[in-house]
C-alpha cells in the first residue's frame, strides 16, 4: 500500500516550474521525444482507451479511434512534420532611423507551466489535442480530465507518466474541489474547454494572476438549409453530424434554420437518413452512443416535447438511451431553443428567408460554428460576411476541425482563442520581439 500523501497543487506546479526553469522542456528534441511517446501510448493502447470510452459514452470502437485516437495520432504527426518550420524565428524589416546594420525578429518563447482543463464529451482528444500543442511550444504542462468521464480519466492519469517525462507533465484527476485548487494557483496559461459558466469561473481565477486564458466554450451552432440543394444529401450529413456521440460535440450543428417549404421536405429526408444510419431500432446500433450521464439525460428528455417528433422521440433512461430525434413546428421560444442542446435532438426552425435567417443568427449568441447549406454563392457570401462565428462550414458539418491548418476557436459567447497545427504554438508560445543593433 503507499501511504504517501497525494502532491498538493501548489507541489505540483512548483515541481513542474523548476523543470522549465532549468531549461528541460526547451530543446526542440526533447519536445519531439514526447510527441512521439505520446504517439506510442495511443498505438500501443488504442484499444484501452477505446474501451475506456465506450464505457463512458457507448462510443463504438470505430467512432473511438477516428474521433479520438486517430484524430490526435494526425495531429501529432502533423506537429512532428511541421514544428521546425513553425518554430523558425521571422524576420521583420527594419526602419531607416536604426540604420542598415540593425536587424529585428521574431522568435517564439515558450510560457511555463501551462493548465489543460478538458470536458467529457471527447475526454482523450480535448485533453491529448491541447496537451500535445503546448508540450510541442516547449512548456511543462498540467492536465486535469473531466470527472464525468471517469474510465477515459483514469486511462489518462495511468499511461500518460508511463510514457511522458513526469518531472514536465502531471495529471490530476478530480472534480470541482481540486479544479478549484489547481485554479489558485500561478499557471503562464489556462486552457480550458466547457461550459460558459464555469470559462467565467476559469477566467476570474486566472484574472487573479494576470494568467492568460484560452476559453473553448459551446453554443448553439446553426445549419442554414436553402431552398435548392439535394436534401437527400443535406439530411444525411446533418444527422452524421448531429448524432455522432450522440449529439454530444460542442460543435454538432444545434439546430436547422430554413424556410417552411423546404422544412417540410426535409423530414422524409430525416427519417431516411436516420434509418440508413442506424437502422430502425436505433437502440440495437452499435454505431449510436449514450448520453453521459442521468442528469444529461433528465434534461435532454425535458426538450423532447418542444416540437413535433419527425424521428425518434424514445428514452430508455436505464440505458441512458435517448433516440436520434428531429423534432419540426418548433417555436424560437420553446425550451430546446433556449439552451446548447448537446444531446441527440435536431429541432427545425423556419424563418421566411435568408434576411430573416441572418437576423435569427445575429439576434443570439456567437455560435463556434455555423453551417450553410446552398448552391448560391450569393448565399454564401452574405452569410459569410454578414455573420460571425468560431468556424464555418459549407456543406459539411464538424469537418472544419479537422483541417489541422485552420485554427479551432470560438468568438464571445463561444470562447476566445484558438489551437490545432501552428495555432497551437501561437496559443501556447510568447512571440518575443527581438532587435539586434550591432556595437561598432
Ligand atoms: P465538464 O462538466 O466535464 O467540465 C469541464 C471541466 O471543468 C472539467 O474538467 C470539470 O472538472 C471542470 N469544472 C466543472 N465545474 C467546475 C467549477 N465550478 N470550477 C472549476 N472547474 C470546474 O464539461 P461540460 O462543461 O459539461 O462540457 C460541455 C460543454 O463544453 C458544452 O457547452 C460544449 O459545447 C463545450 N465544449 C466545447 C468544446 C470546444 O472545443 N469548443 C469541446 C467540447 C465541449
Redesign the pocket.
Known sequence: MNDRTPEQPAEIVARLRATFRSGRTRPVEWRVTQLRRLRDMLTEHGSDLAEALHADLGKSTTEAFRTEIDFTVREIDHTLDHLDAWLRPERAPVPAHLGEDATAWTQYDPLGVVLV???????VQ?LLTPMLGALAAGNAVVV??????PAASAAMARLLPRYLDTSAVAVVE???P???AL?TERFDHIF???????GR??MR?AAEHLTPVT?????KSPAFVDRGPDLAVVADRLARGKFLNAG????APDYVLTDPETARALEPEFVRAVEALFGAEPQRSADFGRI?NER?FDRLSGLLDSGRAVTGGATDRSARYIAPTVLADVDPAAPVMRE?I?GPLLPIVTVAGLDDAIDFINDRDKP?ALYVFTDSAATRERLAAETSS?GLGFGLPLAH?TVSDLP???VGE??MGSYHGRYSIETFSHRKAVLDKPLG
Open positions: 482543463i478538458a470536458p467529457w464529451n471527447y475526454p480535448l486535469k480530465p473531466s470527472e464525468l468521464a478530480g472534480a470541482i481540486e479544479t478549484t485554479l480550458y474547454t466547457g461550459n460558459g459558466t464555469v469561473v476559469v481565477a476559453l473553448e466554450l459551446g453554443g454530444q460535440t460542442c460543435v453521459v444529461h446548447e448537446f463556434l468560431g476541425l479551432f476557436g470560438g463561444s470562447g
